[in-house]
């Protein structure tokens, strides 16, 4: 008996300590308030994690007031405090994000029309609350934004908003895109802005997951943004 309880234990005790060397709480019910992943303090950062975090601080998201760089704060948001977990993964994904914030062929306005597509189809409250802003700084009309939040078909969209509404929704009702939409699409964008079209919205799922398995709050405890359907 004493055999086979010495067997069972001593790989879990392996597996707590690989977690906590590696930086990852060995506690799964270590949370923080709603938010799943606890937020963790730089000071508690592992060096390879920390490398994540000052390379997100000192990128282009320091210039645009995004939570992940702001100054003085103690902590990386989320979605990166989770992916960082998985400091590669973070480090890896956070390049993709920046490239498709800062770099992308689509202009803001559209970029962040796909993007709050994506929060409204997942109904990803804090994807919502970070990027309603960034769209309306974009050019986006609010009246096409409140249709969109409030699960209707924005009215008066402009004819690029249309290829870009029409693209993302009919690519999340039938897991791909007809012909039509497809020429419709390149004749607006080009190849290069379909790909960063399917790539915006394909990272800002991922995104919105993250942050819905983790119920990342909204700051200050402020009511969510999105309407139930």
């Known amino acids: 008996m004493h055999e086979r309880i010495t067997r069972t234990i001593a790989p879990l005790a392996m597996a707590s300590l690989a977690a906590g060397c590696a930086g990852v709480a060995?506690?799964?019910?270590?949370?923080?308030?709603?938010?799943?992943?606890?937020?963790?303090p730089y000071s508690e950062m592992t060096p390879d994690q920390r490398a994540v975090a000052d390379a997100i601080r000192t990128g282009p998201r320091a210039s645009v007031g995004s939570p992940a760089a702001a100054q003085g704060a103690t902590s990386l948001s989320s979605p990166f405090n989770?992916?960082?977990r998985s400091p590669e993964l973070a480090d890896r994904v956070q390049k993709l994000g920046e490239y498709l914030?800062?770099?992308t062929s689509l202009p803001p306005r559209l970029n962040e029309f796909a993007i709050l597509i994506t929060a409204r189809r997942w109904d990803s409250q804090y994807e919502?609350?970070?990027?309603?802003r960034l769209a309306m700084a974009g050019g986006l009309d609010p009246a096409v934004a409140e249709d969109l939040r409030n699960n209707r078909v924005p009215a008066n969209m402009k004819p690029d908003e249309q290829v870009v509404y029409d693209f993302v929704t009919e690519y999340f009702d039938h897991r791909g895109v007809?012909?039509?939409?497809?020429?419709?699409?390149?004749t607006a964008?080009?190849?290069?802005?379909?790909?960063?079209l399917v790539a915006v919205t394909g990272y800002y799922m991922l995104v919105s997951m993250t942050l819905n398995v983790d119920?990342?709050?909204?700051?200050d405890g402020g009511p969510k943004p999105l309407p139930a359907r």
């Open 26 to 40: 060995p506690d799964p019910s270590r949370h923080e308030g709603p938010r799943r992943f606890a937020l963790t």
């Open 82 to 84: 989770v992916w960082n």
């Open 101 to 103: 914030r800062f770099r």
């Open 128 to 132: 919502w609350f970070a990027h309603h």
């Open 178 to 186: 007809s012909d039509a939409t497809y020429k419709r699409a390149v």
């Open 189 to 196: 964008f080009g190849e290069r802005g379909v790909a960063d």
């Open 215 to 219: 119920r990342t709050p909204i700051p």
